[in-house]
C-alpha cells in the first residue's frame, strides 16, 4: 500500500520555469537531431560560466571522460590512476579503452583523492620505467579536491590530469572553479545532478585543439568530403539541440542552485551535529563546496545506531537516502586491479550516508527530515542508556546478593 506521506527524493531534478520557453524555441527551429545553435550556444556559456576556453558538449558524463582519456592517448594495457572513492563511471571508460585503473584512496577531510599517495604511485611508477598514462582526480559530492599537490605532481611527471567534475558543478579551488586546473575536465548533466539536460555531459579544455577533435571523435569521426569517410573510430557522443535548449535554461540559475543546495547543507549541520556521532562532511579551507549532495558520518558506537538502520528508518518515513559510493577497489568488477591505501575509503563507505539534497526542498521537507534523523538517534540513545542502568542494576543486585549470601555464612560461624 502506498505512504499517503509525499516522498522526499535525493536529488530530483529542478525547473525553475524558463526550460520551457528555451526548449519550445528548439522545437519551432526545426533543429532536433544533434547538434545545432543550441548546442553552438550551450558550449560558448558554460565555457563562460566555468572560466575556460573550450566546451564540447556530449551524451554523458561517462562520453565525455571516455573522450578525454582517449585524447590523453590512453590504449590497451596503459595504467590510469584514478580516486578508488567514486562512482564506476569515473573508472569504466578506463576499461573501454582497454587500459588498466589504479586506484587510489581518499585523505579523510575533504574525502577525494589523496596527494601524498598520488605522489607515492606516480614516483614509484615512473621509477620502474613504466608510467601511468593519466590522472583521474574527481571532486566529490561538490567538493574540490587538494588540487595545488596533484597538478603539481602530475606536471612534475609530465602525466596529463583530467578532472572528473561530474558532481562539482558551482565548486571552486583557490577562487578557480574546479574543471579549469587539469589539462582537461568533464562534467555530468544527469537528471539528479546540479543542472540536468536529462542526460548529458561536456568536456572542457584550455586547448582548443584537443575540444575540437572531441568535437570529431563525438561525431563518428567523419573525414571532410561530401560523402562518409572514416579513417578513424569514433562514437555517437554529440548532444542533441533540444537538450542543450535545457541545458541553457538550466545554467542560468547555476548560483541559484548552489546557493540552495549550500543552505540545505548548512541546515543539517545546525540541526544534526549535537546528536552524539553524527558529522556532516566538512567544508575544506581551499574552496567553496557546491554541496551536490549532503553527506553524514554515522559512528555507531556513538549513535546507537548505524549507517544502514538510519537509511531504513528514513526510507520507512518514505525518504530517500543512499549510502556514499562503494569503493571501487572493492568491487567485484574491478578485481585484482592494483590499489594504493584503500582504508580511508572502506570506513566513509562503512559510515556515510547521502541525505536529501535537491535544491527545490522546502523548509518542511528539511524539518521532515532532521526529525525523523533526530528522533531515531535519540531513541537509540535511550535504549542504550537503558541497557547500561540495566546493566549497572543488575550487576548490583548480583553483588548486593553475594554480600548477603557472606553474612549468612558470616553467622552461621
Request: aromatic share 6%; charged share 20%; proline share 5%.
Amino acid at each position: 500500500m502506498a505512504s499517503a506521506v509525499r516522498r522526499i527524493y535525493l536529488s530530483p531534478p529542478h525547473l525553475t520555469g524558463s526550460e520551457t520557453q528555451y526548449v519550445l524555441a528548439a522545437l519551432d527551429s526545426g533543429w532536433l537531431a544533434p547538434l545545432g545553435p543550441q548546442v553552438d550556444a550551450f558550449e560558448r556559456e558554460f565555457a563562460v560560466a566555468i572560466g575556460t576556453r573550450h566546451a564540447a558538449a556530449v551524451s554523458s558524463g561517462t562520453a565525455a571522460l571516455h573522450l578525454a582519456l582517449r585524447l590523453a592517448d590512453v590504449g590497451p594495457g596503459d595504467e590510469v590512476l584514478v580516486s578508488t572513492f567514486t562512482f564506476i563511471a569515473s573508472a569504466s571508460p578506463i576499461l573501454f579503452l582497454g587500459a588498466v585503473p589504479v586506484f587510489i584512496d581518499s585523505e579523510r577531510h575533504s574525502w577525494n583523492l589523496d596527494p601524498a599517495l598520488l605522489e607515492e604511485a606516480l614516483e614509484e611508477r615512473v621509477a620502474s620505467g613504466h608510467p601511468p598514462k593519466a590522472v583521474v582526480a574527481v571532486h566529490l559530492f561538490g567538493q574540490s579536491a587538494d588540487l595545488s599537490p596533484i597538478v603539481d605532481a602530475c606536471a612534475r611527471y609530465g602525466i596529463p590530469l583530467i578532472e572528473d567534475a561530474a558532481e562539482a558543478l558551482g565548486a571552486t579551488y583557490q577562487g578557480r572553479a574546479v574543471g579549469t586546473l587539469g589539462r582537461m575536465a568533464i562534467f555530468s548533466f544527469n537528471g539528479n545532478k546540479m543542472i540536468t539536460t536529462s542526460g548529458g555531459g561536456m568536456l572542457v579544455s584550455a586547448d582548443g585543439s584537443l575540444v575540437e577533435r572531441a568535437r570529431w571523435l563525438a561525431a563518428q569521426a567523419r573525414d571532410p568530403g561530401p560523402h562518409y569517410e572514416h579513417s578513424e573510430i569514433g562514437y555517437n557522443y554529440r548532444m542533441s539541440n533540444i537538450l542543450a535548449a535545457l541545458g541553457r535554461a538550466q545554467l542560468e540559475g547555476l548560483a541559484e542552485r548552489v546557493a540552495a543546495r549550500r543552505r540545505i547543507a548548512h541546515w543539517y549541520r545546525e540541526t544534526l551535529e549535537d546528536l552524539p556521532g553524527i558529522a556532516v562532511q566538512p567544508e575544506l579551507a581551499w574552496g567553496r563546496h557546491a554541496r551536490w549532495l549532503s553527506c553524514v558520518t554515522i559512528d555507531p558506537a556513538l549513535a546507537g545506531v548505524d549507517r544502514e538502520e538510519l537509511r531504513l528508518a528514513l526510507e520507512a518515513g518514505n525518504i530517500e537516502a543512499r549510502p556514499v559510493w562503494k569503493p571501487l577497489h572493492t568491487q567485484p568488477v574491478f578485481a585484482g586491479c592494483d590499489t594504493v591505501g584503500g582504508a580511508v575509503a572502506e570506513r566513509l563507505f562503512a559510515r556515510g550516508l547521502c541525505l536529501p539534497s535537491g535544491s527545490g526542498m522546502r523548509s518542511e521537507d528539511l524539518e521532515r527530515v532532521t526529525h525523523l534523523i533526530r528522533r531515531t538517534v535519540e531513541r537509540a540513545s535511550r535504549r542504550r542508556l537503558m541497557r547500561v542502568l540495566w546493566t549497572a542494576a543488575s550487576a548490583a543486585r548480583r553483588k548486593s546478593g553475594a554480600l548477603v549470601r557472606a553474612a549468612g555464612r558470616l553467622e552461621a560461624t
